[in-house]
Nanobody, 115 residues
Framework: QVQLVESGGGLVQPGGSLRLSCAAS????????MAWYRQAPGKQRELVAS???????NYVDSVKGRFTISRDNTRNTVYLQMNSLKPEDTAVYLC?????????WGKGTRVTVSS
C-alpha cells in the first residue's frame, strides 16, 4: 500500500520559515520524481517544486529564491524548506510521487502565513 504522509505545516508570521516533510512508503522512492503542490481556497492546484530521481529541481517563479526542495533516498523522504514566507503562500501543501505510469498523492498539510 502506497502512503505519502506530509508533516511540518502550521501557522507562521510573514517572513518566517517552515520545513515540510513527506515520508513515502510502498514505492521504490528513488525512481520517482517527487513534487510539492499547493492549493489555496478558490484556486487551482499549483505545482510549487519538483525534484527528479537524478535530483534536478524545478520551481514555480513565485517561490524561486525562497523555497528549496530536497530528497533523502535513504529515508524515503522529500522536504520543502520555505523561507521568507508571504501571506500568498497560504495553502494546503500536497506531496506527489510520479513516474511515467504511476502517480500518488498525500493528503496534505496546511500552511497559514498570517500576522
Amino acid at each position: 500500500q502506497v502512503q505519502l504522509v506530509e508533516s511540518g505545516g502550521g501557522l507562521v508570521q510573514p517572513g518566517g520559515s517552515l520545513r515540510l516533510s513527506c515520508a513515502a512508503s510502498g514505492i521504490i522512492f528513488s525512481i520517482y520524481t517527487m513534487a510539492w503542490y499547493r492549493q489555496a481556497p478558490g484556486k487551482q492546484r499549483e505545482l510549487v517544486a519538483s525534484i527528479t530521481s537524478g535530483a534536478s529541481t524545478n520551481y514555480v517563479d513565485s517561490v524561486k529564491g525562497r523555497f528549496t526542495i530536497s530528497r533523502d533516498n535513504t529515508r524515503n523522504t522529500v522536504y520543502l524548506q520555505m523561507n521568507s514566507l508571504k501571506p500568498e503562500d497560504t495553502a494546503v501543501y500536497l506531496c506527489n510521487a510520479e513516474t511515467t505510469i504511476r502517480k500518488y498523492w498525500g493528503k496534505g498539510t496546511r500552511v497559514t502565513v498570517s500576522s
